[in-house]
């Protein structure tokens, strides 16, 4: 299996709360992304990064934030929780752009 | 907006039959990569197949293999002898064009197998 760890695994939350996801990778791979799943929806991009400090949004960014201040740490974070943020989480990391995507096991977030 | 297409939300078929998961997508990129991922119940998202979209010739792994047509961007999957643990949510892949090329990988909504024994 890939080395990437997400945490954490599952997060109850309130709603108006900020809550950081932490993806942390032993691969040294250049590119990391977040996605979010819900029925209906597939995986959808929040974020990715193809470096330190090089980051870009995807398809569905509104809410979110994203950090990587080292090559194996990348940060989701929901400034300000919402009901419409309940979802699984999963961080990927690629090698290269020609190769595939490893996932780790994802986040359950609940924001009640 | 999405620009993977799974238009089969849920298919079915017969152990020991074959079944096609279709796969449509859009990039503007010349030179790209396709994937489907296979996630089973426990969540774990798995690679079954890559296609390399410069090469003619179809990828295949065992009982996986593909359709590609570049230049209608379909990329559909045929599983061949279907397996009871071949049952999951199949997802197809493609990039984005972004800053540098390839590196935004889009997913499909998915498609739900069921395998009837």
């Known amino acids: 299996d890939a080395g990437i760890t997400q945490s954490p695994r599952h997060k109850v939350t309130e709603t108006g709360t900020p809550v950081t996801l932490r993806c942390h990778q032993t691969e040294n791979h250049r590119y990391m992304y977040w996605y979010r799943q819900d029925p209906g929806h597939g995986l959808r991009l929040i974020h990715y990064s193809y470096g330190v400090k090089d980051t870009d949004k995807g398809e569905v960014s509104d809410g979110y934030s994203v950090s990587r201040s080292k090559t194996e740490d990348f940060l989701l974070t929901l400034e300000s929780a919402t009901s419409s943020q309940t979802s699984v989480y999963f961080c990927?990391?690629?090698?290269?752009?020609?190769?595939?995507?490893?996932f780790g096991q994802g986040t359950r977030l609940t924001v009640v | 907006a999405q620009t993977v297409t799974q238009s089969q939300p849920e298919m079915s078929v017969q152990e020991a039959e074959t079944v096609t998961l279709s796969c449509t997508y859009d990039t503007s990129e010349s030179d790209y990569y396709l994937f489907w991922y296979k996630q089973p119940p426990s969540r774990q998202m798995i690679l079954v197949i890559r296609q390399e979209a410069y090469k003619q010739q179809n990828a295949t792994e065992n009982r996986f293999s593909v359709n590609f047509q570049k230049a209608a961007k379909s990329f559909s999957l045929k599983i061949s002898d279907s397996q009871l643990g071949d049952a999951a949510m199949y997802f197809c892949?493609?990039?984005?064009?972004?800053?540098?090329?390839?590196?935004?990988?889009?997913f499909g909504t998915g498609t739900r197998l069921t395998i009837i024994p």
């Open positions: 892949a493609s990039p984005q064009g972004s800053n540098f090329g390839n590196e935004k990988l889009t």
């Open positions: 990927a990391i690629r090698r290269h752009t020609n190769t595939e995507a490893f």
